[in-house]
């Protein structure tokens, strides 16, 4: 234990170069499970609009346009190459088919969070192979937050449009914690920029067809399989997260029923929470 020696250079070169090579061990990043299974996004970027609803002061529909275009602008100032996301102009509610970021007073109905300590949660929305749709649900029960807060979540939540899940390091924007207020220089981090520069990569090959994950080509003979399914009125499943809370049979239930849906539609993700911890 006591041996001194000098630790020759090269050695501190090996270990960087397995460090690189298995880059997801090494950081705290994670990828959502949907994006493991091989998901992607077709196009860039994710056009996003938030949605005017008049029924909040105009001052709190537009602090979250604002909101959007920093979180945006802090992405790309990060990554500057990489263009993920666009601010789109806002649309009425109940417009469908774009991405959106809301203002949610039912944010518990919605994602079947209760309690107030959720921020906002991102649903993404599949149909195989692609994520194919977005929403950004804010808890409305923080829709007096300042402007710089909204910012920090939304970064937080655009990582998960992506793909992004939560980042085991507790200073990353993609931590499962957000820090607010005027002390909090959470932002974004080595560890995130590692996570989004990796997806970049690996979208790009799936994009491509020359993906190298089993999990994409695995998803890519479901898609074949199915493709002859017809696709609309297949209702959806995000009602059975909800009433899921039963007992084992239910669940059951609820998951062979979720899985048929998953084939005939698509898949529904919802996963993204945040929590405030001050
Ligand atoms: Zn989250």
């Known amino acids: 234990m006591n041996s001194e020696y000098k630790t020759p250079g090269s050695f501190f070169l090996i270990v960087l170069v ?6 997801i061990k090494s950081f705290g990043f994670n990828l959502t499970d949907d994006f493991k299974e ?17 029924s909040f002061e105009v001052e ?4 979250l346009e604002w909101a959007l275009e920093q979180a945006i602008a802090q992405w790309s100032l990060e990554a500057p190459q990489l263009e993920f996301w666009r601010a789109d102009a806002s649309v009425a509610p109940n417009t469908t088919g774009v991405n959106i970021v809301k203002w949610d007073r039912d944010f518990a109905l919605s994602t079947g969070l209760q309690g107030n300590q959720y921020l906002a949660v991102t649903v993404r929305r599949a149909v195989i192979p692609f994520i194919a749709q977005v929403e950004i649900l804010m808890n409305a029960y923080y829709v007096n937050l300042p402007k710089n807060d909204l910012v920090k ?19 990353s924007i993609m931590s499962a914690a957000i820090r607010l207020g005027p002390y909090s220089n959470q932002s974004i981090q080595t560890d995130d920029m590692a996570g989004l520069s990796y997806i970049h990569t690996e979208m790009g090959s799936r994009q491509a067809g020359t993906s190298s994950d089993p999990a994409y080509w695995e998803l890519r003979k479901t898609q074949e399989q199915n493709s002859s399914t017809a696709l609309p009125s297949c209702g959806t499943i995000e009602d059975i997260n909800k009433h899921g809370g039963g007992g084992s049979g ?18 529904n993700f919802h996963l993204g929470l945040i929590k405030i911890i001050d």
């Open 38 to 54: 091989g998901f992607f996004w077709q196009n860039l970027p994710i056009n996003l609009s938030v949605v005017d609803d008049q």
């Open 250 to 267: 239910s669940f059951l239930i609820s998951f062979v029923f979720g899985l048929l849906l998953a084939f005939c539609f698509g898949k």
């Open 18 to 23: 397995i460090l690189t090579l298995f880059s």
């Open 60 to 63: 709190r529909i537009s602090n």
């Open 153 to 171: 979540i939304l970064i937080h939540e655009l990582g998960h449009t992506i793909g992004l899940d939560h980042s085991e390091d507790p200073s």
